[in-house]
């Protein structure tokens, strides 16, 4: 693996090679001083030009658990609002010593075009509405930690679909180790065409709740228009909120998850995010893991070839 | 002198071998040319026929002139077999009042090397609200009005546009692309956009504003042209149009003949254009249409960008691409047009459709020399292009038939290194 741009094309047998990865650098962050030397001397560049702080943090705390260097660009007081291109930027950065970037940006393909331009790994950290491959990765690592394995696991992942890279990048990496998952969404918020994706779609959450191991929530991405494909919050929270009585509807071990930032009250009810049965900050915490698993791969198969 | 040697030469009798010779900037004899101090151009094997006319190029002067100004984008259009190009109205300041349409014929006639229309803006500074200034435009040359670039959305507007102008001799042209169904789509609205997770634009964004304005057409009789055509929906309206005896013509650009929106998948700007990429059942449906003559004319949408703004990710790229010196050969790759069929729907029909009166017509004995020369089988790969931009979905693909040399009013414009 050169790069980790997209999840799709991803092999069964490279993902679980992330995800055992994963599990031993969970090993690492429960020691006592969670920090191994692996990468000392390479520079992990963060570029990230859609603000997200939960995930350029959890990179840069995996670069400084494998002991790298980090160079954090940050886009509201960069070179961007000046008019530099992307590519500009990226060169940029290469040159002041990167040896890995993490590219975080609001249009599809940012991290491809920036993989032509730089001969240095680059690690997709969401690009638009299209995919978010860590992401998934962290996904597997704390459903297969939870469940042992995703084969035959039944996951509804839920909400605002059409602009969602995480759902593009989970169903495929969910799809590829085994687990059954179906999309719901009212219909304005589904993708227009999900022909041949390995899932199901569904506009009813009600009809599909009870079967599920596993409800995967998504919250509304107003910045790009998902606010337009219902007519008002109060009737998205009546129709796809996770309240009490739909928690209800689900099976004693079925567990809630969400990839953050989650909206209390919309999506999920309020005390339901607290609950026992909750994923959500197992989620944050072997993000961490994850994203080390793909430093190391990359880093060190690097310097192998 | 100029002696174009033993090639297929379109006439207005139809094909003949033949020699052509041209002096004083018109034909002076078609037929076995004795003239030994000639500047001669070897043709044997290669079509002969009138210089090709493009009538949908945007030459970015005035006011981009970083991306192509009207000389550069006449030398493209030179290299490419053109000997008149209509420059689209979306300049800065948009072409909208006389004094600005005749800045760019002014332009065109300095650079020398082909004609330049201009086309005017069919509303002010092309805001689809009140209309230009028409009547100076027409008397300025403007035979073909357009907001392209944009769609005149409102239909009252494109109402009076069409009233005002139906008894002119000139055609009103549609960027068709409904602004509510395309909102913020950056290619065709299907698969490919689903996975990518980019915003599309649908085929009924295009398929809903020629409905409409085939009824204003009904309602007023002007004569309506639509650009770009990219949906199998379209022609069929188009077919029925033509069936029903409306004055309906319609033009298709080179790349919408060739690629479908899975080369969007390459996440390349270069395959950012509006209307966008369609699917391969559309693809087969426009060449088809081409050939059985429902669309008229090849039209290219040139589109030049500088490559500095193409190094961003799709989604924020500037749309449109270059097209004047691939257009031949993208054209004949697609279609296999046979030569009479090439020079109608590249030279003849967009000429009739541009009001040109001294191009696009068959060779003949005392015409001006617009001439362009072609060998239909040779295979090339564009690389570098004589426009300023280089932003061309063509580069590094074999194409197949290529411009050798083009005559304007008696001179060479452009003639290939062999």
Known sequence: ??????????????????????????????????????????????????????????????????????LSFAPGTSSVTKGESLKDTALTLKAMGADLMVVRHQATGAAHRVAQWVDIPVINGGDGAHQHPTQALLDCLTLRRHFGKLDGLRIGIVGDIRHSRVARSDLQAFATLGAHVTLVA???????????????????????????????????????????????????????????????????????????????????????????????????????????????????????? | MIVIRGGSVLTSLGVVTADVAIDGGVITEIGQVDQDHATSIDATGDWVGPGLVDIHVHLREPGQEWKEDIASGSAAAAAGGFTAVVAMPNTVPAIDAGHRAGFVTDQGRKAGLCQVVPAGAITIDRKGRELSHLDELWEAGVRLFTDDGDTVADAGVLRRAMEYLADRDCVIAQHAEDP??????????????????????????????????????????????????????????????????????????????????????????????YPPLRTAEDVAELGSALIDGTIDAVATDHAPHADYEQEVPFEEAPRGVIGLETSVAATLSATALDQTTLFQRMSIAPAAIARLSDQGRPLEVGRTAHVTVIDPVAEWEPDRFVSRSQNSPFRGRTLRGRVLATVFAGEITFEASR
């Open chain 2, 180 to 273: 509510g169904l395309s909102a913020g789509g950056h290619m065709h609205e299907g698969a490919v956009s689903s996975r990518l997770g980019i915003a599309g634009s649908p085929a009924l964004a295009e398929e809903t504003v020629v409905a409409r304005d085939l009824a204003l057409v009904r309602l007023t009789g002007a004569a309506y042209h639509v650009q770009h055509v990219s949906t199998a929906g379209t022609i069929e309206m188009l077919r029925r149009a033509k069936a029903e005896g409306l004055p309906v013509t319609a033009e298709v650009a080179p790349h919408h003949l060739v690629f479908n929106h899975s080369a969007v998948e390459s996440m390349d700007p270069d395959f950012k254009m």
């Open chain 1, 186 to 305: 009212p219909p304005t918020l589904l993708p227009l065409d999900t022909t041949g994706w390995p899932c199901e779609t569904a506009v009813d959450l009600d009809g599909v709740i009870g079967d599920l191991d596993v409800v995967y929530l998504l919250r509304i991405q107003s910045e790009r228009g998902g606010a337009s494909g219902f007519s008002s919050l109060p009737e998205y929270v009546r129709r796809f909120g996770l309240d009490d009585r739909r928690f209800g509807l689900l099976h004693p071990e079925a567990v809630v998850m969400h990839p953050g930032p989650m909206n209390r009250g919309v999506e999920i009810a309020p005390h339901i995010a607290d609950h026992a049965r909750t994923l959500i900050l197992d989620q944050v915490f072997n993000g961490v893991a994850a994203r080390m698993a793909v430093l190391f791969r990359l880093l060190t198969a690097e310097a192998g070839s």
């Open chain 1, 1 to 70: 693996m050169k790069h980790l741009l997209t999840i799709e094309g991803i092999g069964r047998p490279e993902l679980e090679d992330l995800l055992d990865l994963g599990d031993r650098f969970i090993e690492v962050l429960d020691r006592e001083i969670p920090k191994v030397p692996t990468l000392q001397g390479r520079t992990v560049a963060t570029m990230f030009f859609e603000s997200s702080t939960r995930t350029r943090l959890s990179f840069e705390r995996a670069a400084r658990a494998l002991s790298a260097d980090v």
